[in-house]
Every structure is written in structure tokens, then in C-alpha cells.
């Protein structure tokens, strides 16, 4: 069974660092990973999704990379703001079924 | 348009009582998945459809949970004898159609209290 995990827990930064979350899953046989952003009491918000055959996305300042073969993704967030506080999740894909990772609570301090 | 949404949007509800979610999808989505999120974990993947297919129920932890969805739209998830062990958020998503290179858009969830 797919094992997704993902370092830090936790994260607080002073506003305008950049920074760097980091997911690990166990089987590379991984159809696609993808970033969502979990607020409290919402949903997840999906943020970028790479098919397997990808190396990376980018939207806005947010960039995902994704290297199968050592089962690691990261998420890059360029001058965090105040508003980028929120449970950032990762998630990889064996088809019709995401592994979700617990998360890392990003916390950007004005 | 309308996105995913869920109702109640809380439970609370006395071990042993059955418990019915509620899943409204986007519409013409045709895959609806149902996950869980317990207190400090990821999220846990408990149900899927696609279309009319049969629907793929590896996830569900114990015959206590069961899900329809009529129609091809609307989806339940059941819960029968909740334990305390139920208590989580419930989160549905839906997507377009199922498969890799699509992404699922979430509900708010059902935030589940057992007493």
C-alpha cells in the first residue's frame, strides 16, 4: 500500500521567505501527484497536479517538482504572504485512488 | 458554477446510532469519492464511483459503512452503530471523469462528533 509522507508537521516563517515543503510516498508507480491546500473548516483546494511522466508545475508563485524515482515531491512557495497560511496536503495517484500525506500546517507571520 | 457541497455540515450523534452524509457533486462530474480525515492525519480513501459502474469499496474500514449514489449525482454514506472511532471530518470530491489526469474538487466536509 501506497505510504505518503510529509515533512515538516509544521511550518512558521516570517512573510516574504521563500520555502520549500517537502512529500515522500513509498511506490513510484504513481499515476500523478497532486498539492492542495486545506483551510480551516473548507475543503481542499487543489494547487497543482503533475502527471508522472512530468518533472514539474508551476502556477503563480507556487512551483511542484516531482522525481519518481527516489519517491519525492516538493512544493515551492516564492515570497510567502500572511494569506498562504493554511494545511498544505500532497497526494499521489495510483489511478482512481489518492494517498493523501498528513500534511504540513504552513503558518506565515506578518 | 456551484461547487461540492456537503450536508450536515456537523454531526453530533450518540455511539450506536446510524448516521446518513450527504454528498452533492459538481455537476456532470461523473467520479465521487468519499475519504475521511481523523484528528492529525492524512486524509483516508473510503469510496469511489464512476458512473454506473460498480463502485470500488476497498476503503470502507468495516461493513458499519456503506455509500450509494442515485442518479449518477447525489451520494449517501452511511454509517450504522457509529463508534467513537467514527468521529472525523468526511470529505466528498468529485471529478469530471475518473483518472490520471484529472483533478478532484472538494466539499466543505461533515465534521462527525460520536458521543
Known amino acids: 500500500k501506497q505510504e505518503v509522507t510529509q515533512i515538516p508537521a509544521a511550518l512558521s516563517v516570517p512573510e516574504g521567505e521563500n520555502l520549500v515543503l517537502n512529500c515522500s510516498f513509498t511506490?513510484?508507480?504513481?499515476?500523478?501527484l497532486q498539492w492542495f491546500r486545506q483551510d480551516p473548516g473548507k475543503g481542499l483546494t487543489s494547487l497543482l497536479l503533475?502527471?508522472?511522466?512530468?518533472r514539474e508545475q508551476t502556477s503563480g508563485r507556487l512551483n511542484a517538482s516531482l522525481d519518481k524515482s527516489s519517491g519525492r515531491s516538493t512544493l515551492y512557495i516564492a515570497a510567502s504572504q500572511p494569506g498562504d497560511s493554511a494545511t498544505y496536503l500532497c497526494?499521489?495517484?495510483?489511478?482512481?485512488?489518492?494517498?493523501f500525506g498528513s500534511g504540513t500546517k504552513l503558518n506565515v507571520k506578518p | 458554477g456551484a461547487g461540492v457541497s456537503q450536508s450536515p455540515s456537523n454531526k453530533v450523534t450518540e455511539k450506536g446510532k446510524d448516521v446518513e452524509l450527504r454528498c452533492d457533486p459538481i455537476?456532470?462530474?461523473?467520479?465521487l469519492y468519499w475519504y475521511r480525515q481523523s484528528l492529525g492525519q492524512g486524509l483516508e480513501f473510503l469510496i469511489y464511483?464512476?458512473?454506473?459502474?460498480?463502485?470500488?469499496k476497498s476503503g470502507l474500514p468495516s461493513d458499519r459503512f456503506s455509500a450509494e449514489r442515485t442518479g449518477g449525482s447525489v451520494s449517501t454514506l452511511t454509517i450504522q452503530r457509529t463508534q467513537q472511532e467514527d468521529s472525523a471530518v468526511y470529505l466528498c470530491?468529485?471529478?469530471?471523469?475518473?483518472?490520471?489526469?484529472?483533478?478532484?474538487?472538494f466539499g466543505p466536509g461533515t465534521r462527525l462528533l460520536v458521543l
Open positions: 470530491a468529485s471529478s469530471l471523469v475518473a483518472g490520471i489526469q484529472e483533478t478532484q474538487y
Open positions: 511506490d513510484s508507480a504513481i499515476y500523478n
Open positions: 503533475i502527471q508522472s511522466s512530468q
Open positions: 497526494a499521489a495517484s495510483n489511478f482512481n485512488k489518492f494517498y
Open positions: 455537476s456532470g462530474h461523473t467520479a
Open positions: 464511483f464512476q458512473g454506473n459502474s460498480a463502485p470500488d
